[in-house]
């Protein structure tokens, strides 16, 4: 079925969105992007997505085409249009169409952002076999630019990240720089050791999960211990459990890093209950 999408003021059909070849996204991936999950018909976290991208913006000199009020109505109108009930959001900004091709940002004043919305419709999000499993990941060097920080549309190499895990018959891949874990090609990597939550610190290297925010908020809310520092694969694969978090997979254990299970190999118990406090905790608060 078509779904109604956004693009730069109108609301569509799928089939009749269109954005110029000369569109500094397609051309360069100058762009910017948020994926916002939907439980219930409502938005997750939105506030937390709509300052994540704020922040990416203004760390390339992007402005923004529209306030963020207007940012929420239309993530309303796209879930109440398409009638979603769980599933995501996806929003790209681009720094527009000049028209033609140059390495040059274009007069913000005579090029205006270009932004699109829309929507994926997954029902059965929340209550998702998978995370009963848990999944498997490959350890694969870390070659991203160095402002991993800055969610931009550059995602050839996460990408190629994800084919490695499949060729290799695991599910995704978790990025390894200078020995230590960086984070999943999209989600941000924990390691539980002794009751102890243990995640790389905020800097240039991670994005900054939006779900890492709330999940550590209510592990310590919930009188969990968390150390913000790196770790190794080795590390990782001698820890009682593993997992990882982002809007669209919430919390989801890893059992099984470059072959080795991690704890008895199944969904341990912290994985377990940080999904259910997530998922519950989002509920209330989704808009
Ligand atoms: N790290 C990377 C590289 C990502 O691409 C993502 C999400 O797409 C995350 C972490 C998780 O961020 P969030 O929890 O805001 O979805």
């Avoid at 879930?79 to 007069?107: C, H």
Wanted: proline share 4%; with cysteine; glycine share 10%.
């Amino acid at each position: 079925m078509s779904r109604t999408v956004y693009v730069n003021g109108e609301y569509l059909p799928e089939e009749e969105a269109k954005v110029s070849i000369f569109d500094r996204g397609f051309l360069m991936a100058d762009g910017v992007y948020e994926v916002t999950s939907v439980l219930d018909g409502k938005l997750v976290d939105f506030e937390g997505h709509a300052k994540r991208l704020e922040r990416s913006l203004g760390e390339l000199e992007m402005k923004a085409p529209c306030t963020t009020g207007e940012l929420l109505e239309i993530h309303r109108e796209l879930v109440a249009k398409n009638g979603i009930e769980e599933g995501m959001i996806y929003l790209q900004i681009t720094r527009g169409s000049p028209g033609d091709r140059d390495f040059v940002f274009p007069d913000p004043e005579t090029t205006a952002p270009t932004i699109v919305l829309f929507t994926q419709n997954k029902p059965g999000l929340a209550d998702n076999p998978v995370a009963k499993q848990g999944i498997s990941v490959i350890s694969i060097e870390d070659i991203r630019w160095g402002r991993r920080d800055i969610k931009t549309v550059q995602l050839l190499y996460p990408s190629m990240g994800k084919m490695m895990a499949k060729k290799a018959g695991a599910d995704d891949a978790w990025l390894v720089e200078d020995g230590k874990v960086t984070e999943g090609t999209s989600n941000n990597a924990y390691i539980v050791k002794g009751g102890k939550i243990i995640t790389r610190a905020l800097s240039n290297d991670i994005l900054h999960g939006i779900t890492r925010a709330a999940v550590l908020r209510f592990a310590r809310e919930a009188q969990m211990e968390v150390e913000e520092r790196s770790f190794s694969i080795e590390e990782a694969q001698g820890a009682d459990e593993a997992f990882f978090t982002s809007a669209s997979a919430f919390v989801m254990p890893v059992v099984k890093i470059d072959g080795a299970e991690v704890g008895t190999g199944k969904p341990g118990p912290v994985a377990a209950r940080l999904r259910e406090i997530y998922l519950d905790e989002s509920r209330k608060t989704a808009i």
